[in-house]
């Protein structure tokens, strides 16, 4: 069975400052893995995704994202962070190797960043 | 939301009736899904679409239908067995099933009361 974690509920950040949104997951073979953001009462908007080569993805907005095999997590950084950036973000993940075709998304961490 | 539509935005029912929720992708997508999104609980897919006259259910598929009779287009029909209908859906669709990402519409809020 696959699975996917965001341990935190919430993340604060000051504005200018790094940041680091955490997800880790479970498949039972290799993992493809999504980073999506949700503005309030929006649908979801695609940020990066891996699903193989370099562990470090690059996506929209100055967003990246680390991939460790070892830890099996999948975390989500900007170096330098914008009050813009406040929102709720989802981490997903669909095993490679499962014939379900489903992609299994994290509970959420809502990103607050202060000016 | 780039090239998905949902209708309508807000969505109001009375207890015991049926309600469909529009979706339409101009993306040439194969693959078509529907999520329902509760607050704490991140997104549950209700039913997916690869390929027209073609659905599978997803993980909360009981009390709700739906039919892919063209490309474009995936409504779902929330029915009056579903048990607790108000929720914030969301229609997705990507180019086909698998490592390609999801493009998703603006959300329907439906409230039954």
């Known amino acids: 069975a696959q699975s996917v974690a965001q341990p935190e509920d919430q993340v604060n950040v000051a504005e200018g400052n790094p940041l680091t949104v955490k997800c880790t997951y479970s498949v039972s073979g290799n993992p493809y893995l999504f980073w999506y953001v949700q503005y309030p009462n929006r649908g979801l908007q695609f940020l990066l995704k891996?699903?193989?080569?370099?562990?470090l993805v690059k996506g929209s907005y100055g967003f990246e994202a680390e991939f460790n095999k070892s830890q099996t997590s999948f975390h989500l950084k900007k170096p330098s962070a914008l009050v813009s950036d406040s929102a709720l973000y989802f981490c997903a993940v669909r095993d490679i190797n499962s014939s379900a075709s489903k992609i299994i998304f994290g509970s959420g961490t809502r990103l607050s960043i202060r000016p | 939301d780039g090239g998905i539509t949902q209708s309508p935005k807000y969505l109001f029912r009375k207890e015991g009736q049926n309600v469909t929720l529009s979706c339409e992708q101009n993306l040439n997508h194969d693959a078509m899904y529907w999520y329902r999104q509760d607050p704490g609980q991140g997104l549950r897919l209700i039913y997916y679409?690869?390929?027209?006259?073609?659905?599978q259910k997803g993980d909360i598929a009981e009390g709700y239908s739906v039919s892919r009779e063209k490309k474009e287009s995936f409504p779902l029909t929330v029915t009056s067995a579903q048990k607790n209908p108000t929720a914030f859906y969301l229609c997705?669709?990507?180019?086909?099933?698998?490592?390609?990402?999801?493009?998703f519409g603006p959300g329907t809020r439906l409230t039954v009361t």
């Open positions: 679409s690869q390929i027209v006259n073609d659905f």
């Open positions: 997705a669709s990507s180019m086909r099933v698998g490592t390609y990402e999801q493009y």
């Open positions: 891996y699903i193989t080569g370099d562990n």
